[in-house]
């Protein structure tokens, strides 16, 4: 094995020779090209250790888009931005799609190495929303290497956030300096996310023992599940997936911040909205602002009517279901959101034109109850394997009877309403405070405890990470052959 | 005040967020604040287009200049064209 390919496959050398990169760009402080070339360098270094191939896809783009940029910057026409956007369009198909089964063809074997590139969902919207703002005529005047490194930048380039160039190309301009806050919230982020990932969303998945997480449930396709394993599976299977992508997101938001940039964040406490449409501004908000802004607006205001603003509406739900993948299950999930969020607003019109209000907290209460379980059940599209198995799943909800029929493990059901209840607490615990602290007037010791408080809670994830991970593994220890199966499920939003 | 504006304020206030009684001027936050969300501009684009007698492409239009009465004016200006 040569010393190059000893640093291309990802590993200890790998990751060092990143992070030497990244140091150097942030050394870097007199040359702001010298800054960038170094972390284009380790960002690309660090995509290359997912595949050569990949990395020639991802420059390649980045050079096209570039180009299809200036062509458009020259001038301003809707013929030049189709053409740019239905490249990327064409490429993604192509890598995400077309390339697996070509690949199979006689003298077509070179591209096992270009199928499904990591990313390549999240860098195309990034490469399409820069067409979209020059087409608005947004002024953005970034180098190639400055675009490039906008496109390949190693904390997002994998599974997002989904970044915008007026966002990150001021900060890619300035020195890189990371104040003490920024590594002490960066930091922080960093611990919360690996917690949510590697203890809460791996619990989730794998369970207590093996056999007893949701993706067992979930991969029982013959299985005979009654209605409350489906709730619990759903349920279960949701905070799994937020743990998970929310935690990655919160790793992403903190290495950056660890160099001093600061990204958008990717969610807000997406289960308490009350409702679907405010479910839609809290997750995956940087696809949901993409979609709202570069596909909503556009095709509602293409026409007038109320019918057109709501089939509008339900068709921009459906590309999120098809970003997923272009299969029955994600076009279900996006167009029963689609119908949600339809619903909601037809149900807002109803509601204004009835005298009779609910009292206040009891209408939140509800809207927020119905919103959960709602999002909850829209789940089982996103997780099934087959639209026949998703089905099938939903017949037992709404058959009564099943609901006495309990097959998973009793340790499923425990340790998914331990983690669902604690999620709860823990928002609870944080809205108190915050009444408590309007409640008190900042002043003698009120004043010290909420500076205490404050200090305490900004590094909170400092000491209760390690804390509950050491909790955690004491209690699966102390109630005898539980311990968690291995941790084998990969970020979730890799596969996308 | 013009009358053009005063004519947005009326209409964002009775038939978008439908609370008369609340303040709002031409600098009042709208998007970033929540006060409106995404069907909501929409219908504020369409609003604005016949106030102005002009017609804004949606293409040219991003949510963030749409953030307040003012904002939309500017936007009107700047991207849209005069109604054949």
Same mark, same amino acid.
């Given at each position: 094995?040569?010393?190059?390919?000893?640093?291309?496959?990802?590993?200890?050398?790998?990751?060092?020779?990143?992070?030497?990169?990244?140091?150097?760009?942030?050394?870097?402080?007199?040359?702001?090209?010298?800054?960038?070339?170094?972390?284009?360098?380790?960002?690309?270094?660090?995509?290359?250790?997912?595949?050569?191939?990949?990395?020639?896809?991802?420059?390649?783009?980045?050079?096209?888009?570039?180009?299809?940029?200036?062509?458009?910057?020259?001038?301003?026409?809707?013929?030049?931005?189709?053409?740019?956007?239905?490249?990327?369009?064409?490429?993604?198909?192509?890598?995400?799609?077309?390339?697996?089964?070509?690949?199979?063809?006689?003298?077509?074997?070179?591209?096992?190495?270009?199928?499904?590139?990591?990313?390549?969902?999240?860098?195309?919207?990034?490469?399409?929303?820069?067409?979209?703002?020059?087409?608005?005529?947004?002024?953005?005047?970034?180098?190639?290497?400055?675009?490039?490194?906008?496109?390949?930048?190693?904390?997002?380039?994998?599974?997002?956030?989904?970044?915008?160039?007026?966002?990150?190309?001021?900060?890619?301009?300035?020195?890189?300096?990371?104040?003490?806050?920024?590594?002490?919230?960066?930091?922080?982020?960093?611990?919360?996310?690996?917690?949510?990932?590697?203890?809460?969303?791996?619990?989730?998945?794998?369970?207590?023992?093996?056999?007893?997480?949701?993706?067992?449930?979930?991969?029982?396709?013959?299985?005979?599940?009654?209605?409350?394993?489906?709730?619990?599976?759903?349920?279960?299977?949701?905070?799994?997936?937020?743990?998970?992508?929310?935690?990655?997101?919160?790793?992403?938001?903190?290495?950056?911040?660890?160099?001093?940039?600061?990204?958008?964040?990717?969610?807000?406490?997406?289960?308490?909205?009350?409702?679907?449409?405010?479910?839609?501004?809290?997750?995956?908000?940087?696809?949901?602002?993409?979609?709202?802004?570069?596909?909503?607006?556009?095709?509602?205001?293409?026409?007038?009517?109320?019918?057109?603003?709501?089939?509008?509406?339900?068709?921009?739900?459906?590309?999120?279901?098809?970003?997923?993948?272009?299969?029955?299950?994600?076009?279900?999930?996006?167009?029963?959101?689609?119908?949600?969020?339809?619903?909601?607003?037809?149900?807002?019109?109803?509601?204004?034109?009835?005298?009779?209000?609910?009292?206040?907290?009891?209408?939140?209460?509800?809207?927020?109850?119905?919103?959960?379980?709602?999002?909850?059940?829209?789940?089982?599209?996103?997780?099934?394997?087959?639209?026949?198995?998703?089905?099938?799943?939903?017949?037992?909800?709404?058959?009564?009877?099943?609901?006495?029929?309990?097959?998973?493990?009793?340790?499923?059901?425990?340790?998914?309403?331990?983690?669902?209840?604690?999620?709860?607490?823990?928002?609870?615990?944080?809205?108190?405070?915050?009444?408590?602290?309007?409640?008190?007037?900042?002043?003698?010791?009120?004043?010290?405890?909420?500076?205490?408080?404050?200090?305490?809670?900004?590094?909170?994830?400092?000491?209760?990470?390690?804390?509950?991970?050491?909790?955690?593994?004491?209690?699966?220890?102390?109630?005898?052959?539980?311990?968690?199966?291995?941790?084998?499920?990969?970020?979730?939003?890799?596969?996308? | 005040?013009?009358?053009?504006?005063?004519?947005?304020?009326?209409?964002?206030?009775?038939?978008?967020?439908? /609370?008369?009684?609340?303040?709002?001027?031409?600098?009042?936050?709208?998007?970033?604040? +929540? &006060?409106?969300?995404?069907? $909501?501009?929409?219908?504020?684009?369409?609003?604005?287009?016949?106030?102005?007698?002009? /017609?804004?492409?949606?293409?040219?239009?991003?949510?963030?200049?749409?953030?307040?009465? +003012? &904002?939309?004016?500017?936007? $009107?200006?700047?991207?849209?064209?005069?109604?054949?």
């Amino acid at each position: 094995m040569n010393s190059l390919t000893v640093v291309l496959a990802p590993g200890p050398v790998h990751y060092l020779v990143c992070a030497l990169l990244v140091c150097v760009a942030v050394a870097a402080h007199r040359s702001q090209r010298a800054r960038q070339l170094a972390l284009l360098l380790a960002s690309w270094l660090f995509y290359v250790g997912w595949g050569a191939g990949f990395l020639s896809v991802l420059i390649a783009s980045s050079v096209m888009n570039y180009l299809f940029g200036a062509a458009l910057k020259r001038h301003v026409t809707a013929g030049r931005l189709w053409l740019g956007v239905a490249m990327n369009i064409a490429l993604l198909g192509f890598f995400k799609y077309a390339s697996a089964p070509l690949a199979g063809e006689p003298g077509l074997g070179f591209l096992h190495e270009l199928v499904r590139p990591i990313g390549m969902s999240f860098w195309t919207l990034q490469a399409l929303s820069y067409l979209f703002d020059i087409y608005k005529e947004e002024e953005l005047d970034p180098s190639l290497l400055e675009f490039c490194l906008y496109m390949a930048f190693w904390p997002t380039v994998l599974t997002g956030p989904i970044s915008r160039l007026p966002t990150l190309l001021p900060q890619f301009r300035q020195r890189i300096g990371p104040s003490l806050d920024d590594l002490s919230v960066g930091a922080s982020r960093v611990l919360q996310g690996l917690f949510m990932k590697m203890v809460l969303a791996e619990i989730l998945a794998a369970g207590w023992r093996p056999g007893a997480g949701v993706n067992a449930g979930f991969d029982r396709i013959n299985g005979n599940l009654g209605g409350l394993d489906v709730w619990f599976l759903a349920i279960g299977f949701g905070f799994q997936l937020f743990f998970d992508f929310a935690g990655y997101s919160h790793i992403v938001i903190g290495a950056a911040r660890l160099i001093g940039i600061q990204l958008d964040e990717n969610f807000d406490r997406p289960y308490l909205s009350p409702t679907p449409a405010a479910f839609w501004t809290r997750w995956h908000m940087s696809l949901s602002s993409w979609i709202r802004d570069y596909v909503f607006l556009q095709l509602a205001s293409l026409r007038r009517g109320r019918s057109w603003v709501y089939f509008s509406l339900l068709l921009s739900m459906v590309v999120v279901g098809l970003w997923h993948n272009a299969s029955a299950t994600f076009i279900v999930w996006g167009a029963y959101h689609g119908l949600l969020l339809v619903a909601h607003r037809i149900g807002q019109q109803v509601k204004r034109s009835l005298r009779y209000q609910l009292p206040q907290s009891l209408g939140l209460t509800l809207s927020w109850a119905s919103t959960f379980l709602l999002v909850s059940f829209g789940w089982l599209f996103f997780r099934t394997q087959t639209l026949a198995q998703a089905i099938e799943m939903s017949r037992a909800v709404f058959a009564p009877g099943s609901y006495s029929d309990l097959s998973m493990p009793l340790t499923f059901y425990a340790v998914t309403s331990a983690i669902v209840m604690g999620y709860a607490m823990y928002h609870a615990g944080e809205a108190l405070l915050a009444r408590w602290r309007v409640a008190n007037a900042p002043d003698g010791l009120h004043a010290v405890a909420i500076e205490l408080m404050d200090f305490v809670l900004a590094r909170r994830w400092w000491w209760l990470a390690p804390a509950m991970v050491v909790v955690a593994l004491f209690v699966g220890l102390a109630i005898g052959d539980l311990k968690p199966a291995a941790p084998a499920t990969p970020f979730m939003y890799t596969l996308f | 005040m013009s009358d053009q504006t005063q004519q947005m304020i009326d209409y964002i206030k009775s038939d978008v967020i439908r /609370r008369p009684d609340i303040q709002i001027d031409e600098n009042t936050p709208l998007v970033s604040s +929540g &006060l409106i969300d995404s069907l $909501a501009l929409v219908d504020i684009l369409m609003k604005l287009e016949d106030v102005t007698n002009k /017609r804004i492409s949606a293409g040219k239009v991003q949510p963030k200049d749409m953030d307040t009465v +003012g &904002l939309m004016f500017a936007t $009107a200006a700047k991207v849209g064209k005069p109604r054949k």
